[in-house]
């Protein structure tokens, strides 16, 4: 197991929010400060206008560093997977995390099947892992079927429970029924807190350990260490009203959750 941060640390300081967006590299080095091993460059659009020779200079960076890098995108049409295959070789890749569905497609289950099919092979043969993020836009059965028929050792399941709350899926069911089948962890913690008036409520990130994520049991399920599966901190910290504040506030929930995660692994 090795411990990592993904773009999702640091959402808001790259964000058009950003007067000046904070880039990949910086983003590394703030990794390497942090004494992380993994860089997970995920939803990151920047990253497809990269040229090769771009893309090998960002490798070349992260080696230096002494940081592993890894993909996130969304969607599965084999097109699109291949380009990040691409990518993943230019970069030393060997994990593309991505969800089935994109904001403008949304294939279904049978199809999302087939096209998975038809690219697995490649990243096969490239010993590159495809990880479907779970989420709420599609049930964590459906992932799991998919997983389960199609029997690929180059796919499997990016556990994120947080994420699937809004889709009233039990975290604990969630991490249960994804186990065997989980090679990449996205780690953030969750809490609701109740609109004024007290009407209604909102899912917001909290910093691990403060919220309602059973981290210990998710452990004790998944077992990364003794599977070699990377643990990637992020976070949903709401916008704090001005980007001094915001900025400052998620590299402290980053640094917390480094620490955190640590001392629940030793």
Not at 93 to 120: F, S
Not at 227 to 240: D, K, M, S, T, V
């Amino acid at each position: 197991m090795a411990l990592g941060l993904s773009t999702y640390a640091f959402f808001w300081q790259w964000s058009e929010r950003a007067t000046e967006p904070l880039s990949l590299e910086r983003m590394l080095q703030k990794t390497r400060d942090l004494d992380a091993d993994v860089f997970q460059v995920c939803d990151y659009p920047p990253l497809e206008r990269r040229s090769d020779a771009e893309l090998r200079e960002l490798w070349r960076i992260a080696d230096g560093l002494g940081i592993r890098l890894e993909l996130g995108t969304r969607g599965v049409r084999p097109a699109h997977l291949r380009r990040f295959l691409h990518i993943a070789e230019l970069l030393g890749v060997t994990l593309v995390r991505t969800m089935i569905a994109t904001a403008g497609d949304h294939p279904g289950d049978n199809e999302a099947e087939g096209l998975l099919r038809e690219v697995l092979p490649e990243y096969e043969r490239a010993e590159v892992t495809i990880a479907l993020e779970t989420y709420e836009q599609v049930p964590t059965s459906t992932l799991v079927g998919i997983v389960e028929r199609i029997g690929s050792p180059r796919l499997g399941i990016c556990s994120d429970p947080a994420n699937c709350v809004a889709a009233l899926e039990s975290p604990a069911e969630l991490i249960a029924r994804v186990a065997p089948h989980v090679v990449n962890m996205h780690i953030k913690d969750f809490a609701f807190t109740r609109h004024a008036g007290w009407i209604g409520f909102s899912l917001t990130g909290a910093p691990l350990g403060e919220g309602l994520l059973d981290y210990a049991g998710m452990i004790a399920a998944i077992e990364p260490e003794e599977r070699g599966i990377n643990q990637i901190i992020e976070h949903w910290l709401p916008w704090q009203g001005d980007a001094e504040t915001t900025f400052r506030l998620e590299d402290e929930w980053t640094a917390h959750n480094v620490r955190y995660v640590r001392s629940m692994n030793t």
